[in-house]
């Protein structure tokens, strides 16, 4: 057995273009359907799981899929803006905790996510290095975002412009790592975590900037009264808050009008989950309320009726690409008849003869089998990620 | 060696008819089988192989009676008392000159392919001057070499007796005596005894015996 596999060795090993045809055809029609079912567990597995455990989500009438998508995994896909009162509003029914979600902006690619405190107890979210974020413009990452930016508390991470041609918008915000979060294996691994009010900082809603009382510059000031100051754009605006300048930064206005993207409902229990969604069915209303498993349980089943279709097509390709092996077997075997004679002649059996033709398929099979297998094992690394940019982003 | 009695043979299909009352190949002979295309010459040789089996009469090698042999038997015997050598090599162009000249001992169990018979390829390569081919693939080998390769392949196991199917047909002059130089040479230092079909009448009178096919049935030539 040994010499038969020695000498299909040699042959597939002669023919390398064929072998690798054959291999990579093997290969294709195995891994397809095994990955695709591998990533559609692993999408089911983490959309549902995080969506089971986040009762309600308010956010502006719309897309409730963009809203669940950007709240619970913080997706691209950025839903209407709500202002800051519908997580008051939420607080004085009594019903459940609030907890205001803003993922609008990024950090060098990872969603910035700003929250409170709360979240983190909601989520069961622990620090693994540091201390959670206690001042303003002080961040902390989850596990991969410390992994892929290389981050450790005490390094600093900057904001992203949310566009390089809009001189007038988000300049970008120069943030303290504090902590980075326990590994979750989920999306929150992949976020910059800040609080509320440094997202809005972000934004520019909140600032600092050098005290216009104080300047010596003079044609900064525009106009200055006995208890106002008008200062032009020519004044220094702060890209960093420091223990120095932190007392400089401010908001204007009402907080309650500031933007954020949705809130987290947590019920304090079923029936007050029951009443809290009643009270956004008006017609009138602006906002939505939604129950996350609803809304990924729609999704997975869209999912899997494609999956099926493909599926489908899969089999066919499948079936096809088998058949065209066999052919591929079969002519190899007639334009190889000589040298099967030439054997036989020499004293081989025609039993020995099949065993040649069958290592000479049998170390294809393996061949493509472990490839496969190891396509798999890599789809399977990277499931978290890929199910990340193929369902979320 | 050989002995042929009372010889008939036809395939299922065709008009072909192989006759041979009486044929007798004596040890360590070298026997030159002539004839038109046709005649029967390689259906001779394969039965003499056992390849074939006789419709008639019986075909006895080395005292055995091949005819009577079931299949594996017959295969068993081929192997370890007939080595053939081809017209056109019959090497296989994905293993490499040593692989070629070890093949029949890994295709078969009635061969068993140790440190001694790896040795004895060598210096069997080295006698035929492929020694420094050894690793070579067999299709980088010109066609000269790739006979010697052959030879040696068929001489390997030791046989009783060498079957030529027309060994120098695609060789050139030149190649053509040198390759049959080697051939009887091996064949006499392995006490073997040759029956080789060929066209070739120039080499005839190098041969112990010549038979001819044309005028065969029932009669030998000298």
């Known amino acids: 057995m040994i010499d038969s596999i020695y000498i299909a060795w040699k042959y597939v090993g002669f023919n390398k273009v064929r072998t690798a045809t054959l291999v990579a055809c093997i290969t294709l029609i195995s891994f397809l359907p095994v990955s695709l079912q591998l990533l559609l567990e692993e999408s089911e597995r983490q959309l549902l799981s995080r969506a089971v455990v986040t009762p309600l989500v308010i956010g502006a009438k719309g897309s409730s899929l963009d809203l669940v998508m950007n709240t619970l995994y913080f997706g691209d896909e950025v839903p209407e803006l709500i202002d800051m009162g519908a997580s008051d509003r939420i607080w004085d029914t009594g019903l459940a905790v609030p ?45 991969k975002v410390a992994g892929r930016l290389d981050l450790k508390p005490g390094d600093s991470l900057v904001s992203s412009p949310e566009t390089l041609f809009d001189l007038a918008g988000v300049y970008p915000l120069k943030m303290k790592v504090v902590g980075v979060l326990e590994k979750s294996h989920t999306s929150d691994d992949l976020a910059v975590f800040v609080d509320l009010k440094t997202a809005w900082v972000i934004q520019g809603l909140g600032h600092g900037h050098e005290d216009v009382t104080k300047t010596k510059d003079t044609t900064v000031i525009l106009k200055r009264t006995d208890n106002n100051v008008a200062a032009s754009a020519k004044l220094f605006h702060y890209a960093e808050i420091t223990e120095e300048n932190l007392g400089s930064f401010h908001f204007h206005g009402d907080l309650s009008v500031y933007p954020i993207t949705a809130v987290i409902a947590v019920p304090h229990d079923t029936k007050s989950g029951t009443i809290l969604r009643g009270r956004y069915l008006s017609k009138e209303e602006a906002l939505q309320i939604v129950k996350p498993e609803e809304v990924i349980d729609g999704l997975l089943q869209n999912i899997f009726r ?13 079936l096809a690409t088998i058949l065209a092996l066999i052919l591929v077997f079969a002519l190899s075997l007639r334009l190889r008849q000589r ?40 789809v399977d690394q990277f499931s978290n990620d890929l199910v990340r940019a193929l369902f979320i982003r | 060696m050989i002995r042929i009695h009372h010889l008939g043979f036809h395939y299922r299909e065709g008009e072909f008819r192989l006759t041979m009352p ?20 390689t259906t001779l040789l394969n039965l003499i192989a056992g390849i074939i089996t006789p419709t008639e009469g019986d075909v006895t090698v080395a005292d055995v009676q091949v005819s009577n042999l079931n299949d594996r038997e017959r295969r068993d015997f081929r192997i370890t008392n007939i080595g053939f050598v081809f017209q056109d090599f019959e090497l296989l162009d994905y293993l490499n000159v040593l692989d070629n000249i070890l093949h029949p001992y890994r295709i078969t169990g009635a061969l068993q392919l140790d440190r001694e018979v790896r040795t004895r390829a060598v210096s069997l390569a080295q006698e035929m001057g492929i020694g420094d081919k050894l690793k070579r693939a067999a299709n980088d080998l010109s066609h000269g070499e790739k006979q010697r390769a052959a030879i040696c392949r068929a001489l390997l196991p030791r046989p009783k007796l060498i079957l030529a199917d027309e060994a120098t047909g695609n060789l050139d002059p030149a190649n053509k005596t040198r390759i049959l130089d080697l051939l009887f040479r091996s064949v006499e230092d392995h006490d073997a005894t040759l029956l080789a079909v060929t066209h ?16 065969f049935h029932g009669g030998e030539a000298g």
């Open chain 2, 200 to 215: 070739d009448h120039e080499l005839l009178d190098r041969f112990d015996r010549v038979v001819d096919f044309q005028d």
């Open chain 2, 22 to 41: 009486e044929f007798t190949v004596a040890g360590s002979e070298k026997v030159a089988v002539i004839g038109p295309s046709g005649s029967g010459k």
């Open chain 1, 306 to 318: 494609i999956k099926n279709v493909l599926d489908a097509v899969i089999s066919v390709v499948a």
């Open chain 1, 339 to 378: 040298e099967i004679q030439t054997i036989f002649k020499i004293g081989c059996s025609r039993m020995t003869i099949a065993r040649l033709l069958t290592a000479e398929i049998a170390l294809i099979l393996l061949m493509g089998g472990a490839l496969c297998i190891a396509l798999v094992f890599l």
């Open chain 1, 99 to 143: 907890i205001p979600v803003y993922v609008r902006f990024q950090a060098r690619g990872q969603p910035i996510v700003g929250t409170s405190l709360d979240y983190f107890d909601f989520r069961g979210l622990k620090i693994r290095e540091g201390r959670m974020i206690a001042l303003l413009g002080e961040c902390v990452v989850g596990k």
